[in-house]
């Protein structure tokens, strides 16, 4: 069954807002003009690998015995472990199998166009060369080598879009970072400027100087984040790489809005935006989380997003001895070959020009557990867009003849877009259908282009 997570609250109330005056905005990299040149490639590779690797993949979910709760990467929150003792894992991180070509080239089979990987989750453990603090992947442990800049290496040399995620309030190992309760006290009573100051501010400098051209920064749980400091963050970024995109969670508006971990808009926004998702519950690696996304699960999902205009942003956590595990590559390879044959209907397209077949509000009233109207949603087929052409993604047998929604538009020809087989159309009262053969060609998900006079549908 699929999982789908459908939130009906309008996208733009998720976006932290930031007044800026128009006058202002011009000359700046803010403008919308500098903000859609940047978007420009984010808007058309669509689907992304997310990689959540710490130190937290070597306990894989199990402290001192016991099976700790909740995704993997928390498991130091989870545990309340003290930092001298977090701290000896990096004794253990020695992931030789880890090779950064095999993981750009997984990326890639997957169809993915962009990679952003965890530079420094909220454990505070850094995956780069720092040398702001000493608790990173090249002098905390055996293993010495810098993950990112050979993972940036890869990445540039495949052509492959790279960015960082980088965790820039909570921080675990810090006294003055957020989330620390248990070895350094409240939060409130924390100097959070100092921590900002002497260790965030100076490691996102770093990323942004050392490691080549970066596709975007992923800031996450912006826990004390005023205005002021999170407008600190974007100067640094833009004054360093301006064509470096923000995701949504920095404490102010970013370049686009991410949504809620595996929330998926109910419709189509209007504004650009990126689910974060996991392929299974966790992030970080946990030994007892194996339950998979099926291959069709993420084709209608990757669908199902850029039909209603956003990105997806997939998740997989490798394994402490530096492998992504073999069930999660076999899941994205299998929805990458689809694309091989099918991509066509997602790079670049545009949202849907109805959305009818999204679903609808429940008409007796009925809320969701947060109180948000109930959506019913429908997920027989999608329809995704380029100028001149519909393309029709169909999940389930459809019923033939299949009725085209309502347009003015004239139905020149309609084909397969796996194998450029004719699709019959016909006109009945006015109304193109389409006669597609069955059994349906792909039963994951098959794709009929609709080409059609005129570049967008007239309603
Ligand atoms: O706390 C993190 C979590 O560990 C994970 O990184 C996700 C990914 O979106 N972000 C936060 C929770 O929303």
Redesign the pocket.
Known sequence: MRSAVFSRVPIAVLALGMAVSPASRAQTPDSPEAKEARLAWFHEAKYGL?I?WGLYAIPAGEWQGRRIPG?G??IMFRAKIPVSEYEQLAKQWNPVKFDAEAWVQLAQDAGMKYVVI?SK??DGFALFHSKVSPFNVVDATPFGRDILKELADACARRGMRLGF?Y?QA?DWHEPNGAGNTWDFGPDEEKDFDEYLRGKAEPQVRELLTGYGKVALV?F??PRLMTPERAQGFTDLVRSLQPKTLIDG?LGAAGDYV?T??NVIPAEVQSTAWEV???LNHT??YREDDQDWKSPGDVAFKLVDIVSKGGNYLL?VGPMADGTIPQASQDVLRTVGRWLKANGEAVYGAGPTPWGDEHGEPSSKGAKDLRGNPLFLAREEWRVTTRPGKLYFTFFKEPRVPFDLPPMKNAVKRAYRLADGHTIRVEVEGGRPRLLIDRPIHDPMATVVVVEIEGDAVER
């Open positions: 997310f959540h995704i990467e928390w965890t989750h909220h995620y965790s909570q992923w996450d749980t969670r991410t809620g971990d974060p998702a996991t992030w970080g998740n």
